[in-house]
């Protein structure tokens, strides 16, 4: 049985990518801020694989240290999926309040970051890390400035990882466009069913967890267009 840590596992896409992987025999760690949620999404996985949930924030040290320990065995995926959207509504970037900047920095770079330098020591050959990114990243859509500066970062870490580790596999990946309670956060009060839902990103992040893939950005809307043909 393979080990895996998703965080940000409670809701969305980490809750569907978790699921997923229950599906497919994965051991599970997995964590989130609110407990509430997080039981629920145990309770769930609890019926198909082994899962420890963790709650708390992965911005805390002690936290990710506690991540790490819940693990029995080698880690085979690490999936840093857990992200902080920062001010809502959306400010401009002239208006952006920097200690809230500051924040969303510290959990969608540096916390990232911190739980990869803590889990490479336990690191199975050829386990994949995959950073859950965003269009935000690269593209200038108004209002999203602070979250996609933080992403941008993601994706450079990201690949300087890669390029630094070669006997692993190392993503970047943006899962599009999604119905989730970050995308409602983000225009409060505004209709958003429209959009799809964080299942449908979930084959293209199974296909760079079980394929060949080289490391590098992929969207997991286009890795999932060959499954769905």
Same mark, same amino acid.
């Given at each position: 049985?393979?080990?895996?840590?998703?965080?940000?596992?409670?809701?969305?896409?980490?809750?569907?990518?978790?699921?997923?992987?229950?599906?497919?025999?994965?051991?599970?760690?997995?964590?989130?801020?609110?407990?509430?949620?997080?039981?629920?999404?145990?309770?769930?996985?609890?019926?198909?694989?082994?899962?420890?949930?963790?709650?708390?924030?992965?911005?805390?040290?002690?936290?990710?240290?506690?991540?790490?320990?819940?693990?029995?065995?080698?880690?085979?995926?690490?999936?840093?999926?857990?992200?902080?959207?920062?001010?809502?509504?959306?400010?401009?970037?002239?208006?952006?309040?920097?200690?809230?900047?500051?924040?969303?920095?510290?959990?969608?770079?540096?916390?990232?970051?911190?739980?990869?330098?803590?889990?490479?020591?336990?690191?199975?050959?050829?386990?994949?890390?995959?950073?859950?990114?965003?269009? +935000?990243? *690269? #593209?200038?859509?108004?209002?999203? =400035?602070? &979250?996609? $500066?933080?992403?941008? /970062? !993601?994706?450079? @870490?990201?690949?300087?990882?890669?390029?630094?580790?070669?006997?692993?596999?190392?993503?970047?990946?943006?899962?599009?466009?999604?119905?989730?309670?970050?995308?409602?956060?983000?225009?409060?009060?505004?209709?958003?069913?429209?959009?799809?839902?964080?299942?449908?990103?979930?084959?293209?992040?199974? +296909?760079? *967890? #079980?394929?060949?893939?080289?490391? =590098?950005? &992929?969207? $997991?809307?286009?890795? /999932? !267009?060959?499954? @769905?043909?």
């Amino acid at each position: 049985m393979k080990n895996a840590i998703v965080t940000g596992g409670s809701r969305g896409l980490g809750r569907a990518l978790a699921r997923a992987l229950a599906e497919r025999g994965w051991s599970l760690v997995i964590d989130a801020r609110g407990a509430e949620a997080l039981e629920s999404a145990r309770s769930e996985l609890a019926g198909l694989t082994n899962v420890v949930a963790l709650a708390g924030d992965v911005a805390d040290a002690g936290h990710r240290r506690e991540l790490l320990s819940a693990l029995d065995g080698p880690l085979d995926l690490l999936v840093n999926n857990a992200s902080l959207l920062g001010a809502s509504p959306l400010p401009a970037l002239a208006d952006y309040p920097l200690d809230e900047l500051e924040r969303v920095f510290r959990v969608n770079v540096a916390a990232p970051l911190a739980l990869i330098q803590l889990a490479i020591p336990v690191l199975s050959p050829g386990a994949r890390i995959v950073n859950v990114s965003s269009d +935000a990243a *690269v #593209e200038a859509y108004e209002g999203w =400035g602070g &979250y996609g $500066a933080s992403k941008a /970062a !993601l994706d450079q @870490l990201t690949n300087v990882l890669a390029a630094e580790r070669s006997d692993l596999r190392v993503y970047a990946v943006d899962p599009g466009d999604m119905n989730t309670q970050m995308h409602q956060d983000a225009y409060p009060g505004e209709d958003i069913s429209d959009r799809p839902p964080p299942e449908e990103s979930v084959p293209g992040l199974v +296909a760079l *967890v #079980e394929g060949e893939l080289s490391s =590098g950005r &992929y969207s $997991a809307r286009e890795l /999932a !267009l060959p499954a @769905l043909r």
